[in-house]
T-cell receptor
Framework: GEDVEQSLFLSVREGDSSVINCTYTDSSSTYLYWYKQEPGAGLQLLTYIFSNMDMKQDQRLTVLLNKKDKHLSLRIADTQTGDSAIYFCASLGGGSYIPTFGRGTSLIVHP | DAGITQSPRHKVTETGTPVTLRCHQTENHRYMYWYRQDPGHGLRLIHYSYGVKDTDKGEVSDGYSVSRSKTEDFLLTLESATSSQTSVYFC??????????????FGAGSRLTVL
């Protein structure tokens, strides 16, 4: 079946850029998502990208999609301690309502 | 914003007892989901619903049942709770952003401890 892989942990210093990577296997993925989960809370959508795009920028967030390699990344510029959270990558095939989630990357931001 | 609430938010129960978790949405979104989240496993889909009385199994459905008698409510039942079902349970709804992108909106979670 479909699979989404992410590294489990990332540690960065405050003010640096963070890059969280994700790979997926489903070549029919139409939408790719990044969700953020803060401690004790549910997941919240950060951003998503349509598969015919290769980049999307939203303030401090930049999403890059390499469809050929099935690789998605999330870059957070000027990372702040408030960005400490778990970040989930997810893919969704066209016509499907069941996304496939990665296991999540815990981002730890050090002062 | 789509309103979604889960109850109870916390529950401690004993092995062998039945438990029901409730998910309520304030709009009429068709798709609703139950996930469990465990360290090292990320999110795993238990069951989902695509309409009133229309449900299907996810990847970890054993030991769980669901019901959806009204559009706004999706219930998850553990008929006889086991310690392996200690977890944080999240309900979600699928919201169409109008671009074709269906985005999941999650509840705040229900932490279940089975002793």
């Amino acid at each position: 079946g479909e699979d989404v892989e992410q590294s489990l942990f990332l540690s960065v210093r405050e003010g640096d850029s963070s890059v969280i990577n994700c790979t997926y296997t489903d070549s029919s993925s139409t939408y790719l998502y990044w969700y953020k989960q803060e401690p004790g809370a549910g997941l919240q959508l950060l951003t998503y990208i349509f598969s015919n795009m290769d980049m999307k920028q939203d303030q401090r967030l930049t999403v890059l999609l390499n469809k050929k390699d099935k690789h998605l990344s999330l870059r957070i510029a000027d990372t702040q301690t408030g960005d400490s959270a778990i970040y989930f990558c997810a893919s969704l095939g066209g016509g499907s309502y069941i996304p496939t989630f990665g296991r999540g990357t815990s981002l730890i931001v050090h002062p | 914003d789509a309103g979604i609430t889960q109850s109870p938010r916390h529950k401690v129960t004993e092995t062998g007892t039945p438990v029901t978790l409730r998910c309520h949405q304030t709009e009429n979104h068709r798709y609703m989901y139950w996930y469990r989240q465990d360290p090292g496993h990320g999110l795993r889909l238990i069951h989902y619903s695509y309409g009133v009385k229309d449900t299907d199994k996810g990847e970890v459905s054993d030991g769980y049942s669901v019901s959806r008698s009204k559009t706004e409510d999706f219930l998850l039942t553990l008929e006889s709770a086991t310690s392996s079902q200690t977890s944080v349970y999240f309900c979600a709804i699928s919201v169409d952003r109008g671009t074709g992108a269906n985005v999941l909106t999650f509840g705040a979670g229900s932490r279940l401890t089975v002793l």
